[in-house]
């Protein structure tokens, strides 16, 4: 059974920075490519960044570009978000997802992945 789970969700102000953090068991970690999604109440989940299996490639939505760090560890099976520069606008609850792409694509839809944790609060004061 495939488990995900985010941690390390919470309040802070703008300007500050959070680090969230997913575990994952139940899958060969490193053959996932791993992403994290989020949505802010009344609006669709949307993509913020992913990183390839042996986190070689990671690409991020334009709109935390610059702000957003995700990295992988595959021998602890946890894939991490560093939000740095936090804005209101981030404020939404982020998911954790794994799947498998065909080559090439930058993943960036949901549709590419089969596995998904129960999301973690983030919420950003001004």
């Known amino acids: 059974q495939v488990r995900l789970v985010e941690s390390g969700g919470g309040l802070v102000q703008a300007g500050g920075s959070l680090r969230l953090s997913c575990a994952a068991s139940g899958l060969t970690f490193s053959s996932y490519t791993m992403g994290w999604f989020r949505q802010a109440p009344g609006k669709e989940r949307e993509f913020v960044a992913r990183i390839s299996g042996n986190g070689g490639s990671a690409y991020y939505a334009d709109s935390v570009k610059g702000r957003f760090t995700i990295s992988r560890d595959n021998a602890k099976n946890t894939v991490d978000l560093q939000m740095d520069s936090l804005k209101p606008e981030d404020t939404a609850v982020y998911y954790c997802?794994?799947?498998?792409?065909?080559?090439?694509?930058?993943?960036?839809?949901?549709?590419?992945?089969?596995?998904w944790g129960q999301g973690t609060q983030v919420t950003v004061s001004s």
């Open positions: 997802a794994a799947g498998i792409p065909p080559l090439g694509l930058k993943a960036t839809m949901d549709i590419f992945y089969d596995y």
